[in-house]
């Protein structure tokens, strides 16, 4: 008898691993909550350390999913970075990827195959809610009329978006194709080089302002802040930024229970991104002065309500357990980003990027390692943690793999499947992993090596150093994290081998 038990234990143990790592069948394909928040550091949250601002509904994800310490967007700024996300290709392969203005057209074209796009093909209802700063319309966005392409025409079903940021003109929400509560007697003008109408702007009218700007910030005033741009007409359609978590959120929720309701038995996939915790930080008054932070750490206790009401949807529909919910951040963090909100001055003790140097727009590791959670009950082992290397770029292959779609042969080239990574089984993750800021990195292992740049090493204006040198760098991020120690002299042979990887894959597709 003790003989048999015996030889059952190995049979139970592997059903065991089974039930925490194997992707579910074609018939059973999770629900998929991808929520990307902007700008938000690596140690902006609790469950990495952070301690004068709590988080218990974002660390709720983690206690119950697992913890990725090396996870990455692929980009240390928000456009190429969620370009990348949604079409699995590193966005310095195409031109014009840059930090898109608030009038850009459209910059992922119908007919290319995203993140979207693949999971409808697998039977997912989807939308897209809250920041998109991938562009809309073609050369330049018609706010007046039907604003095509978008979302819609890559894979979205339907959407409710901030066309860019929020600290750029136009300041209306697009839902599906068209701008909301606009008034067609009091259309909507934009400009990003020079001066239109008669609004007044914050280099003008300081005293208008309820936040003053910094640098970059002082076109047209809206909503007693000024902006990137300027802007006339649309007076219905602006939004007031204190509202904006609730309205992104109440929009999230509402996809949620609208299809529970009609399409129950057909999965759906939610792209939530969050405004928080990017400029300028208006926070509802429900969280104004709720940390010793300033207005930057109540927006992050604003997104960590958000997550909360997101998760609090998904409990009371019984979702739950077969919904797979991933949490992370386009790049990595900025204190001062063009507005005097006394974010620098309040920080205090608290460190945005971790242990790690830079943040966004940085070319050392605070540029692009974000947080990095994911939750999906029974195949994800609660209260983990994961060292394997991640990345963002990798949800288009590694969906496909989840629901059993193949990609067309042109589709995702950077794109790989990390199914066993995300659900715990696999401890290593990528081989190497290429980073965009001012130049390119290249991570491998435990190795970060950054190629020579020209340009200045701070970032004046927001006061991060950029990570560019004339000469490369070579770190060794588990002895050095604080990449203080250059190697590349004592260590030139694996400096030319990365050198040679990285110039083989910028030329490779």
Partial sequence: MRRAAHRLLPCIAAALLTCFTSPTSAADRPNIVVILVDDLGYGDISCSGATAVATPQIDRIAAEGCRFTDGHSAAATCTPSRYALLTGEYAWRRK????????????????????????????????????????????????????????????????????????????????????????????????????????????????????????????TIINGISRIGFMSGGR????????????????????????????????????FNPHDVHVPRVPHQRFAGSTQLGPRGDVIRQLDWSVGEILKCLDQHQLTNNTLVIFTSDNGAVLNDGYRDQAAELNGDHRPSGPWRGGKYSAFEGGTRVPFLVRWPGHVEPGTTSEALVCQIDFLATFAELTGESLPPDAGPDSQKQLRTLTGTDRHGRDHLVQQAASLSLRQGRWKFIEPSRGPVLNRQVNIETG???????????????????????????LAEMQRLLNQLRTSR
């Avoid at 319309?137 to 066309?163: A, H, Q, S, V």
């Avoid at 978590?245 to 009609?262: E, L, M, N, P, Q």
């Avoid at 203080?484 to 042979?493: G, I, K, P, R, V």
Wanted: with cysteine.
């Fill in 96 to 219: 014009g990827t840059g930090i898109a203005p608030g009038d850009a057209g459209a910059i992922i074209l119908p007919g290319r195959t995203t993140v979207a796009s693949l999971l409808k093909s697998a039977g997912y209802r989807s939308a897209v809610v809250g920041k998109w700063h991938l562009g809309l319309g073609g050369e330049k966005p018609d706010w007046n009329g039907r604003i095509t392409p978008g979302p819609l025409e890559i894979g979205f079903d339907e959407c409710f978006l901030m066309p860019a940021t929020g600290d750029r003109v136009p300041c209306v929400y697009v839902e599906n194709d068209r701008v909301v509560g606009l008034d067609p007697d009091d259309p909507i003008s934009v400009s990003f080089s020079g001066p239109i109408g008669d609004e007044p702007t914050g280099a003008r009218n300081p005293e208008l302002l309820k936040m003053a700007w910094d640098h970059g910030h002082n076109a």
């Fill in 236 to 271: 219905s359609a602006r939004w007031v930024d204190e509202d904006m978590a609730d309205v992104f959120t109440s929009k999230a929720i509402s996809f949620i229970d609208r299809h529970v309701a009609a399409h129950r038995s057909q999965p759906f996939f939610l792209f």
């Fill in 468 to 494: 560019n040198h004339p000469e490369p760098q070579l770190y060794d991020l588990q002895s050095d994290p604080g990449e203080t120690q250059n190697l590349a002299t004592t260590e030139s042979s694996r």
